[in-house]
Each structure stands twice: as structure tokens, then as C-alpha cells.
């Protein structure tokens, strides 16, 4: 009577973590599942399977799905290591260590209606693709996403809905850059371009720092063709 009954049943089926370190880099395995059910009965599992030591970190299995589909995963390896033994960091990266990330969403889950029910915050039909591999020295990556519409409920002034977002990035040693993302916002298509230098400054930087880039070389485009104000009147004050 005191607590209010939840409207999901989740269950940590299983949690496995061994870890050590003896004068070199630390070692870890890392074994998990848990399911959860929603009030309609939809049935959802997630697993986890990761382990690290001098070789980097290795993803074999991290993912959610449902009763009939994968709803997103991420696999790969990283050659990131812990070192405690270090001076310059805990933190060390492989340079020419192989590199390799890969993540995928599924845009139809129901899962997306579960997260904006508890959030506010709703993605239709989000479809995520990104990949990463090369090495640090050479990295080469890139992230797609493509949402119907995203928007942001429960707030007290409602802001507008994004829709048809398409974004591409791309990363490499050089530079990043968001080489497109393409919007419309309240039915005005919104054009967005840029990218920011990294150089070996950013990636010495990484590894020795954590260090961000510099965000004062970042150069952007933002373009409104023929923009209809009127549009925007419903948003701003009286």
C-alpha cells in the first residue's frame, strides 16, 4: 500500500565478475543476462560478455532483444588496457593494435515505445549503424542514423518535433565531420555540415590526457532555405 506496483517485471538472470592484477596491465571477465517484462506481457533479454587484459578489451556479446528480434548489439574489440603500474595514466591505448567496433539498432522494436513512455523523449523508427575499425594510429569510422521523428514530451514549453533525420559522420586520423544531417522542423527542411580537426596533438592527447579536441577549429554550416517564420509563432512568447 505504501509502494506503487510497477508496471515491469525485471530479473538479473545471472551476474559473473572476476577480475585481477599482478604487476601488469588489470584482467576482467564480465558475464551478465537479465530479462525484463513489460505490463503488456512483451518479453525483452539483455546479455553482456566482455573481457579486457593486455590485449584490450574484447566485446563479444552486448546486446537487448526481444522474443523475436535483436533490438540493438554492439561487438568488437578495443585495444585499451589498464595499467596501474603506469606513470602517465591508468588508461593505455595500443596504437597498432587492430581496432574494431560494430553497432546496430533495429528501428521497429517496441522497445522505443517503452523508452518514451518512461522518458518523454520518442524515437520513431530509429535505425543506428556505426562501425569503427583500423587501428589508433589509423582509425576509420563512421555513424549512420536515420529517425522518423524524435520528440520530447512532458515539458512545460513543448519544443518542436525533429523529423526525417538523417545524420551521417565520419571519422579518420585527420578530422571529424558530420558530412550530412538533414532535418525538418515544423515541414522546414534544415541542412547541417561540419567537422572539427583532430590531428596527432588530439590523438598523443588521448592517450596521455583524456584531452577533447579543440573545439575553437571546428568549423559548421547551418542553411534554411526560404525559411517560413510563421511556422515558429506558436513557440515564442506573447
Known sequence: DFIPQADSEALLDHFNFAGGWTNGPIAFQLDSGATLKTKEQFPFSATAKITGGASGISIERLSVSSATQMVCRAEGSLPVYFDPTRTNGLMQLDTEAPLKLQAVTDPNSILWEKIAAATGLRLQEPNL????????AAPKGQIKLQVQRIELTGLEHPLPAIENLDFLAELDR???RVSRLNFEVEKQPVTVTGQIPLGESF??????????PNWREATAHLEIQNAQLAAFAAMLPQ
Not at 129 to 136: M, Q
Not at 203 to 212: I, N, P, Y
Open 174 to 176: 585527420a578530422s571529424a
Open 129 to 136: 549503424a556505426a562501425n569503427l575499425d583500423g587501428t589508433w
Open 203 to 212: 590523438w598523443s592527447g588521448l592517450r596521455h590526457k583524456q584531452r577533447l
